[in-house]
């Protein structure tokens, strides 16, 4: 039962576009998601964050926007650099009980110089 | 700067064998964790643990267990290695478990391969 879902294994985007990833999740316990950023032969490192009294972070080129209705959350790259290529993970945890963090299956994301 | 560190980038283990994956972390974070990275799986949890001598179990515990005998140090240990065990391994630690900005600090992985 995948918890977390991302339904795009890749993505190719040109330089200087629009990244945009998308993540769903079907669990209505979690309020807090996170994005991480896998290089090869490396471990993920943090991205960016949101709660779930938000719908909205910004981080310098990374934003991540949370529709919580929908369950779906989603991180927008502006503008791609080539050194954005990686895979990235969606992740999301509830407050309480082990309080453990779900990572979906992740997107590779290619920017195209 | 923040260091989480696994004794191995590569092991080759043979299917049976009793494999100790160690990690370190340099930050003096109460919660530590064993992640397994899969193709087409994403990240899973295979066991955490939020103080010394405490564990919880994650997703997928089967054939796996864990020790931490001090706060810098979380132990992953195949019992018997079976060649389903072959997969790159993630040792992370944070402050809290949850909800706060910053997320969880990752070692660099020990990719396993059972033989």
């Known amino acids: 039962d995948q918890q977390v879902k991302q339904n795009s294994p890749s993505l190719s985007v040109q330089e200087g576009r629009i990244s945009i990833l998308n993540c769903d999740y079907t669990?209505?316990?979690?309020?807090?998601f996170l994005w991480y950023k896998k290089y090869p032969a490396e471990g993920p490192t943090f991205l960016i964050s949101i709660s779930s009294i938000k719908d909205k972070n910004e981080d310098g080129r990374f934003t991540v926007f949370l529709n919580k209705s929908a369950k779906h959350l989603s991180l927008h790259i502006v503008p791609s650099q080539p050194g954005d290529s990686a895979v990235y993970f969606c992740a999301a945890s509830a407050f309480g009980g082990y309080q453990k963090v779900t990572f979906g299956t992740g997107t590779k994301l290619q920017v195209i110089p | 700067d923040v260091k989480v560190t696994q004794s191995s980038r590569y092991l080759v283990k043979r299917t049976g064998e009793k494999v100790f994956l160690e990690c370190v972390q340099d930050?003096?974070?109460?919660?530590m964790f064993w992640y397994r990275q899969d193709p087409g799986l994403g990240l899973r949890l295979i066991y955490f643990?939020?103080?010394?001598?405490?564990?919880e179990k994650g997703d997928i515990p089967e054939g796996y267990s864990v020790s931490r005998e001090k706060k810098e140090r979380f132990s992953l240990i195949l019992e018997s290695a079976s060649t389903n065990q072959t997969s790159m391994y993630l040792c992370?630690?944070?402050?809290?478990?949850?909800?706060?900005?910053?997320?969880?600090?990752f070692g660099q992985g020990t990719r396993l391969t059972v033989v």
């Open positions: 669990n209505s316990m979690f309020d807090y």
């Open positions: 992370a630690s944070s402050l809290v478990l949850t909800g706060v900005p910053g997320g969880a600090f």
């Open positions: 930050m003096d974070h109460e919660n």
């Open positions: 643990s939020y103080d010394v001598k405490m564990k």
